[in-house]
Structures are given as structure tokens and as C-alpha cells.
């Protein structure tokens, strides 16, 4: 990241620094379930019911409260309303893994996963104030520790419950990266507090002003939303290009949660190694951490995404097919190319910060493309599942994720012709 707000090397390190550490915690409590989830149900006496809706709690749970996200960011304000969903967070996590029961375990599992579902809206509006002209590099890291984020969990929560003897500590331990994050806004915000005290006798702002973004003594930037222009604009959610948005971004999402959910089953249905199948997975997600990294910076590079939805789409249609026709043939490279394929995650994140010009302007539009999103989302593991079910078999599900694709270029096209939603 080139330059903070206030031109100056510490501030650009503590911001980016407060962002990766955010980011890191916005998938925890989904990933690190699963791993312990037989270990779980068994200690509870949870339903497989109770643990399909603990599964699908996640996609919903984002959606709802990313529907919410920005009208909590004009109310208390976009840092502080991410300092609130890491307490959230933090504390679900640590009190989850003390759920003596089934309703317990689901009900706070809730306050993580709303916590999750503000940071996922509101870090893209911090983005945009913080690295105005820095979006995708910025974004290339946040969505890079959201991978990160999402793969240590699952890689690393067996270990520590057989660390401390149980599946309750395995969970728990997610909850300090929550805690560690708030060490670096807890500066931040001490530091601007600090930075706004007025000298004794100096004037103090016009009625009305918004606070510049950065002091020359290099202060760090609040996330403001600033007065209304004169001439207002439409509101986001009646833009056909930010509908079509929230549509590339739910299409991926349910893409990526089928991938989660049934990827090693259907390698494993037609023959490959239960160890291998799951490994394959693994694949699949760590490819996101490059492709996370350089796709936001390149995709910036140009007002026109569109080439990147084409090729996107390309790549994800040869991995379906491929796992279609020969799954058990090269199944590495099906893994490979559709791990390449859900790069349109990052690609739709960095949208957000390219097709809004304010803070407002892109909280407004992350909430609806995320929360939206999701929602869609949710529905997809549910019904591939149902589909096998019905058929029998994969060709029929794998058909279906095809055809989706065909939707999920219209609105990616739409989404990425040049021009914003809140200007």
C-alpha cells in the first residue's frame, strides 16, 4: 500500500496492519466448526437437523445483518461499528465453546455471525476512505486474509482441541484473534482523539464541516460521511448496476458454499480417496490467497472489469465440466481451476470500491450487493444437495452450477462496465 490518507509510512502500516487483523476473524466461525462437528454433535446430543442449520446459519446470518450494516455505520459511526462486530465476534467465539446445549450453542453462535456480518459490509467502506486511491491493493489484502482466514480454522482446529482435550477449546482458542484486533483500533481511535483536541484559543470548525482525512501531522483518517451533495442522487438500491452486483456476488458466494459443502463428496462418489478428496478442497481454497492478492490490483488497474468476467467465467465453466465428464481423471487440476474460478469473490469486492465514489456511496452499496448476496447464497448447498437426492448422481447438480453461470455473466458484465452507483 502505497500511501495512507495522510501520506505518511506508520499510519499506512498501522492501517494496514488493523485491516488484515480484521479480516482474519470474518470467516472463523464458520470454518472451524466443521472440523469438531461429530465431536460436537455427539457431546450435545444435536440432531443432524440442528447441525444442517448451524451449516446454513452462516450465508444467512450475513445477509441479514449485512442488509443492517450500514444504516448501524451512519448511526455510531463505520470504526466504531467495527470495533462493536470484533467485541461481537470475540465474544461469541468464547462463549460458544461453553454452550451446554444445542439452543445455547446456535443462539451465540448468532452474535459471532452478526458481528461477521457488519465487518463484512463496512470493511470495504473503510477501504475506500482509508486507501482512496489504493482500492485494489488494499482490497487485494483484505480479501487475502479473508482466505487466510478462512483456511487456518479448518487446518487448525483438530489440533488444538486435541491440544487442550476437547472439542470446547478447539472453538474457544478463535476468539483471541478477535481480541488481538481490537489492540490496533484501540490506537487508532486513541490517536485521533488526540489529533482532534483543539489547541487552547484555536478556533474552533464551521458549522457543518467534515473533518479532513488527515491531519499534516500525519493523523489517521475517520471514515465520515460527509455532507449531502446539492444535487442528490439516486439511491443505490434503485441502480440496476448495483442489483446486478449483488447478484455476481451472491452467484459466487453460492458457488463457493456448494464448492465447501460438496466438492470432496463428489470426488469422493466417483472414486477418489475420502483423504485425497478432502486435500483437493484444501486446493481449491488456498489458490483464493494469491488469487486474492493480485486480482483486486490488476482489476484496478482499468474502469472496465469486464475481460476478467469473461475469463472467470471461462475458467469456472472447464472446472464444472471437468468434474462432470472425468472428476476422478485429473481431479487436481478441476480443483485448481475452480479455486481460480472463485477469484470472482475479490473481483466483487473490489467492485464495490470501484463503482462508489464516497464512504456513503460505498457503505450503501456493500450492504445491499453482501447482504443480498448472501441470502442468495444460502440457498445453494441446500438445493445441489437436493438435486443429488432427486438424480441419484452429480451430472444433474453439476448442470445446474453451468447454467448459473449463464446469469452470473449477464450481471457480472452489467457490474463491471465503467461507472458508479453514487455519482
Known sequence: MSRSPAGA????????ATLVLTALNLRAAVTSVGP?????????????????VLTTLPALCFGAFGLLASRLGRRIGTETALIVALLAIGAGLAIRALAPSPAWLLLVSLFALAGIGIGNVLVPVVIKAWFPHDVGRATGWYSMAISVGTALPAALTVPAAQ????WRGGLGVWALPALLALVPWWYLTRSRRVARAPEPGAPS???????SPAGDDGAVATTTWGPRPPTE???????LKAWALAGFFGLQSLEAYTAMGWLPTILQDAGVAPARAGT????????????????PVLAARSNDQRPWVYGLIVVSATAYVGLMIAPATVPLLWAVLLGIGLGAFPLALVLIGLRAVTPGGTAALSSLTQGAGYLLAAAGPVTIGALHDRTGGWTAPLIALLVLLVPKLLVGLLAARPGVVDA
Open 205 to 211: 470548525a464551521p458549522p457543518g464541516a467534515s473533518p
Open 280 to 295: 483437493l478442497l484444501g486446493v481449491t481454497m488456498v489458490i483464493g490467497a494469491p488469487i486474492s492478492l493480485l486480482l
Open 36 to 52: 469438531v462437528l461429530r465431536e460436537l454433535q455427539l457431546d450435545l446430543g444435536m440432531s443432524a437437523t440442528l447441525a444442517g
Open 233 to 239: 442522487p439516486r439511491p443505490v438500491h434503485r441502480q
Open 9 to 16: 509510512t506508520a499510519p499506512t502500516l498501522l492501517l494496514g
Open 163 to 166: 491440544l487442550v482435550g476437547s
